[in-house]
């Protein structure tokens, strides 16, 4: 730990920057590492890796919407709408730095099966997996029809495999949801910050919950040893996936075509600005490395972390990327926002990031509740406190010297918060925050 604590004072040039990040308080930091596509150096993944990724997606949607008769109206695609804001914008301009440009929420809160942003990495990286055995065992060809995952030959296989996963909730859920509904057996290990309703939830499907003591590090670390040790364990590794980071990157060219449904160009006129609420770096990495891909330089990505998680803002910031934690400069990884209490970034996500993202701001916890409040006020539309981080993205940017310091004009911007999850909180839980979030609004 003291070891720990010299090297991140030496490596944080900043130590303004440093000083208010042990504080705790809300900031914004700019990535000076931020390469255009012209200067990228090589990634270890590529656009064709995402058109692969929509591939498989094709191959099991006949499948999906057999085992998941909600997806039936799309078809057995799991996608989101992207919906404007205008009276929350309205709001939000009233209150504070009045907003330039158009504000969207795009709703993976609303993502079918998982109702969180897990469902994109989560579930592609079982099912990869999934199809991987099943061609292995000659049961099934990628030109045939995936409706047969459902016969009995399938989850005979399947059933002789363990997964595992690390989780401070949703992953868990999406994991734990799309393996057991294939026939893996499926350990998820909770942190304890893992919600009650969650782990009730996942026990009811079959799926095995362990609890620890401890943060999320510790969870994914007992986890990761106990799959691992087992003669057919598969570990999904939150802080090194290369797949869940591919399934989530897919998101961008979903985006995309939101935005041409809408009749919206993004150009240097029309810049686009997202906001992803980040715990590893993991979804948000993903999404900003397929929106890079789709939208070039036109698209600048900001991930917002908790002012008491500010794991991958530390790594990058420090240089020290995935070998700090947040505890290491004397934060307690205490945050009510789930799927955000993570103290140490992915080793393979942020290694991406680094070139990839604009910046990262911080933001307290009595604020998402209150955005949530807000949110439901004006738009109806409800979604977990983690998942109103990106909300305040547009006035934490227009407020700040980025604009001008790339010559952006923002009169045209096009923002988007991501929203990563709320579907599936049960009404009980939805009342707690909504209740929290008007007496915050009060004070
Ligand atoms: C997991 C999660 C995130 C962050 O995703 P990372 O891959 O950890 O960066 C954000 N919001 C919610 C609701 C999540 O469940």
């Not at 397929?290 to 008491?308: K, N, S």
Request: hydrophobic share 40%; charged share 20%.
């Amino acid at each position: 730990m003291i070891q720990n604590e010299a090297k991140t004072t030496l490596a944080l040039q900043d130590a303004e920057l440093l000083q208010n990040l042990k504080a705790a308080k809300p900031l914004v930091w700019f990535n000076p590492n931020r390469k255009s596509i012209a200067t990228m150096p090589q990634l270890p993944l590529q656009l064709q890796d995402m058109e692969a990724v929509l591939k498989l997606w094709e191959r099991f949607a006949p499948f999906i919407q057999k085992v998941f008769p909600e997806t039936q109206n799309n078809n057995g695609y799991i996608t989101s709408p992207l919906k404007v804001l205008n009276q929350l914008k309205d709001l939000l301009s009233e209150e504070g730095e009045p907003i330039l440009g158009r504000l969207f929420l795009k709703c993976d809160s609303d993502l079918a099966v998982a109702g969180s942003i897990k469902a994109r990495g989560g579930f592609f990286e079982i099912l990869h997996f999934a199809e991987q055995l099943a061609i292995e065992a000659k049961l099934i060809q990628e030109n045939e029809n995936y409706e047969q995952f459902t016969k009995t030959e399938f989850r005979q296989l399947f059933s002789q495999y363990h997964i595992g996963v690390g989780s401070t909730g949703n992953l868990g859920l999406s994991i734990g949801i799309i393996s057991a509904t294939l026939g893996f057996q499926v350990t998820v290990f909770m942190s304890s910050d893992a919600k009650p309703w969650k782990i009730k939830l996942l026990r009811e499907k079959g799926v095995t919950v362990e609890t620890f003591d401890g943060d999320f590090s510790i969870a994914i670390d007992a986890g990761r040893k106990k799959t691992l040790a087992m003669s057919k364990g598969y570990f999904v590794d939150d802080e090194d996936s290369k797949l869940l980071y591919l399934g989530y990157s897919v998101a961008a060219l979903e985006l995309k075509k939101d935005l041409d449904r809408q009749g919206i160009v993004i150009d240097e006129h029309n810049p686009l600005f997202v906001y992803s609420p980040c715990g590893v770096g993991g979804s948000s990495g993903g999404i900003a490395f397929g929106l890079r891909q789709v939208f070039g330089d036109y698209a600048h990505c900001f991930f917002v972390e908790p002012t008491h998680s500010p794991a991958v803002l530390l790594g990058l910031a420090s240089g020290e990327m995935s070998s700090i934690c947040v505890q290491d400069i004397g934060l307690d990884n205490k945050t009510e926002a789930d799927g955000l209490a993570v103290g140490r970034p992915s080793h393979f996500a942020t290694q991406i990031s680094k070139y990839l993202i604009s910046g990262v701001y911080t933001i307290e916890d009595s604020l998402l509740y209150k955005l949530l409040c807000q949110l439901w006020d004006t738009e109806k539309i409800f979604v977990e406190p983690s998942a109103t981080a990106g909300l305040i993205g547009p006035q934490t940017i227009l407020a700040s010297n980025y604009p001008k310091e790339n010559g952006i004009e923002m009169g045209q911007a096009v923002h988007v918060a991501w929203a990563t999850g709320g579907a599936l909180v049960p009404e009980e839980d939805r009342e707690i925050f909504y209740n929290k979030g008007k007496i915050l609004l009060r004070e």
